[in-house]
């Protein structure tokens, strides 16, 4: 069983839909997680960023975090066809430099 | 300010020869790191390093992959010899101590066809 588990997808939805994205993970020491965007033929780029459990929001972007079910999750609102990309999810534990990625889920907002 | 640059972007080689890939990290970036990515799958840590010291360096396939960062800037990561399996995207990440959360950022890749 891989430390991070994550949907490939696709998901496909139409403009303007609200998009949820998950993942789960097994080792209860990650305390720092991530979401990446990475668009085809480009590297990762970080979108968010928590810190243990609790909600962030960053315009159309929410990141939570349930540190109690091992579970986080990413939501896009109002999607765009722009915010079409593969998303990662990532995390690392305090004062680990190593970052384990989720498989990215592939999501296509259609116009 | 440039990112991080990788070169080249496309290499394709047939099995059993060498390869070469090349990553120039963010100015003041102090860490870097090799990873792979393969199709459909999220990126791997090859290794990492703290100026020109390999601190981690578990995942890498020392029998035929190596790597060097000589004056803690610029890195070069080798395949030799390249086997079919190899066929991925290498990725190059830069981070400094000093950005939040140690960001990583990311270059662009470099794609690798072994034939």
């Known amino acids: 069983q891989k430390e991070v588990e994550q949907d490939p997808g696709p998901l496909s939805v139409p403009e303007g839909a609200i998009v949820s994205l998950n993942c789960t993970y097994s080792n209860s020491a990650f305390q720092y997680f991530m979401w990446y965007r990475q668009y085809s033929r480009k590297g990762p780029e970080l979108l968010m960023y928590t810190y243990s459990s609790g909600n962030k929001e960053d315009g159309r972007f929410t990141a939570q975090v349930d540190k109690s079910s091992k579970y986080i999750s990413l939501f896009i609102r109002d999607s765009q066809p722009s915010d079409s990309a593969t998303y990662l999810c990532?995390?690392?534990?305090?004062?680990?430099?190593?970052?384990?990625f989720g498989a990215g889920t592939r999501l296509f907002v259609k116009a | 300010e440039a990112g991080v640059v990788q070169s080249p972007r496309y290499k394709i080689i047939e099995k059993k020869q060498p390869v070469a890939f090349w990553c120039n990290p963010i100015?003041?970036?102090?860490?870097l790191y090799w990873y792979l990515q393969n199709l459909g799958q999220g990126p791997e840590l090859l290794i990492r390093y703290e100026n020109e010291e390999a601190v981690d360096d578990s995942q890498l396939p020392k029998d035929r992959f190596s790597a060097e960062r000589l004056k803690g800037v610029d890195s070069t990561l080798k395949i030799q010899p390249a086997e079919l399996g190899d066929s991925a995207v290498y990725l190059c990440?830069?981070?400094?101590?000093?950005?939040?959360?140690?960001?990583?950022?990311f270059g662009p890749g470099t794609r690798l066809t072994v034939l």
């Open positions: 100015s003041g970036h102090n860490t």
């Open positions: 990532a995390m690392r534990s305090t004062g680990g430099f190593k970052t384990i």
């Open positions: 990440a830069s981070s400094s101590s000093g950005t939040p959360n140690n960001e990583q950022f």
